[in-house]
């Protein structure tokens, strides 16, 4: 007659047994989970080109060619390197700044290219690849602006509303975020950033937030021409640059990692920028 504790005994090795098996089935290593679908990569692949959506007011990352009309610069050059080293094409579309992150998230294009800062609030909404450069966030002025109201060099962001000084910035941008917080009252925002220069030197506002390698062309370009000089009133580190991508694009951005990679350590990227100065 088998007793109760045989019997008790054997149930728990059944119990035991069929836990092990169904932790088995559950296990990723035994069997890895299905990886998601990323249907950018998909159309990407199919089409062979990648849609980037980029803003051409940003000199020298991508700005249009007064002769050709065409929208050329550093981060253009990059994203058809890119692209090319992928077996791919890049279509550019140009767009407002401000709509190129909504249409990143509603699958519209594939990659926004148009110096996108890399923040930890935007992270939360889109995708980023690996950074290709690392900026500074400077205020620019007039050199005789500048001169006429003994400024040398602001400690603050705050110091243009101590100044009682109007600085524009483009709309959608990390430094529009920065004036609402430290200096509303200084905030004069624009559709897009030459838009805000030209106003800066026709003195309807006193100066312009932005970044490099941005404000180090303007800087340049203003001596080149014999116009008035522009000076920086105020200079700190910046975020890294890269493209934006969609939350899902996870192998496309990937891919695209691989490439750049690949471009870093063949010096490419090095020739990129002294090509465009950045």
Same mark, same amino acid.
């Given at each position: 007659?088998?007793?109760?504790?045989?019997? &008790?005994?054997?149930?728990?090795?059944?119990?035991?047994?069929? &836990?092990?098996?169904?932790?088995?089935?559950?296990?990723?290593?035994?069997?890895?989970?299905?990886?998601?679908?990323?249907?950018?990569?998909?159309?990407?692949?199919?089409?062979?080109?990648?849609?980037?959506?980029? $803003?051409?007011?940003?000199?020298?990352?991508?700005?249009?060619?007064?002769?050709?009309?065409?929208?050329?610069?550093?981060?253009?050059?990059?994203?058809?390197?890119?692209?090319?080293?992928?077996?791919?094409?890049?279509?550019?579309?140009?767009?407002?700044? %401000?709509?190129?992150?909504?249409?990143?998230?509603?699958? %519209?294009?594939?990659?926004?290219?148009?110096?996108? +800062?890399?923040? +930890?609030?935007?992270?939360?909404?889109?995708?980023?690849?690996?950074?290709?450069?690392?900026? $500074?966030?400077?205020?620019?002025?007039?050199?005789?602006? &500048?001169?006429?109201?003994?400024?040398?060099?602001?400690?603050?962001?705050?110091?243009?509303? %101590? @100044?009682?000084?109007?600085?524009?910035?483009?709309?959608?941008?990390?430094?529009? %975020?920065?004036?609402? $917080?430290?200096?509303?009252?200084?905030?004069?925002? @624009? $559709?897009?950033?030459?838009?805000?220069?030209?106003?800066?030197?026709?003195?309807?506002?006193?100066?312009? @937030?932005?970044?490099?390698?941005?404000?180090?062309?303007?800087?340049?370009? &203003?001596?080149?021409?014999?116009?008035?000089?522009?000076?920086?009133?105020?200079?700190?580190? @910046?975020?890294?640059?890269?493209?934006?991508?969609?939350?899902?694009?996870?192998?496309?951005?990937?891919?695209?990692?691989?490439?750049?990679?690949?471009?870093?350590?063949?010096?490419?990227?090095?020739?990129?920028?002294?090509?465009?100065?950045?």
């Amino acid at each position: 007659m088998v007793s109760f504790k045989t019997v &008790a005994a054997a149930g728990m090795v059944v119990i035991a047994v069929v &836990a092990f098996v169904a932790g088995l089935y559950a296990s990723p290593l035994v069997f890895p989970p299905k990886a998601p679908e990323d249907s950018i990569w998909t159309r990407v692949d199919e089409t062979k080109k990648i849609v980037v959506g980029t $803003e051409p007011g940003w000199p020298p990352y991508e700005f249009r060619n007064v002769t050709t009309n065409e929208i050329v610069g550093f981060e253009i050059d990059l994203i058809k390197m890119i692209a090319s080293d992928l077996g791919l094409t890049a279509e550019l579309r140009d767009m407002a700044f %401000d709509t190129i992150i909504p249409s990143v998230q509603a699958k %519209d294009i594939d990659l926004g290219v148009s110096g996108f +800062s890399v923040t +930890s609030g935007r992270l939360e909404t889109i995708d980023f690849t690996m950074p290709h450069s690392i900026t $500074e966030g400077q205020v620019v002025m007039l050199q005789t602006r &500048a001169n006429a109201l003994g400024i040398t060099q602001l400690q603050s962001l705050k110091n243009l509303t %101590d @100044y009682g000084l109007k600085c524009g910035t483009q709309v959608g941008t990390t430094q529009q %975020d920065e004036l609402t $917080e430290a200096a509303p009252g200084a905030l004069q925002t @624009y $559709e897009d950033f030459p838009l805000a220069l030209t106003d800066m030197k026709l003195g309807r506002i006193d100066a312009v @937030y932005a970044e490099t390698p941005i404000t180090s062309n303007w800087i340049l370009e &203003a001596e080149q021409k014999g116009e008035t000089p522009i000076v920086v009133v105020f200079s700190r580190p @910046y975020f890294p640059v890269a493209f934006v991508a969609n939350k899902d694009a996870d192998i496309f951005v990937a891919k695209i990692n691989g490439a750049l990679a690949e471009i870093i350590a063949s010096g490419r990227l090095d020739e990129l920028r002294q090509k465009w100065k950045t």
